[in-house]
């Protein structure tokens, strides 16, 4: 295994996680404008 691979799949990793998580949030505030 590679080291600079494993780093970068481990950056890619992070974005796409921090990605997911700011959706998420986004669709928890906007339900919650939606409900108020």
């Known amino acids: 295994?590679?080291?600079?691979?494993?780093?970068?799949n481990v950056r890619s990793g992070l974005v796409i996680a921090a990605l997911g998580f700011f959706m998420f949030g986004l669709t928890f505030v906007a339900a919650a404008l939606y409900v108020s």
């Open 1 to 8: 295994m590679d080291r600079n691979l494993a780093k970068k």
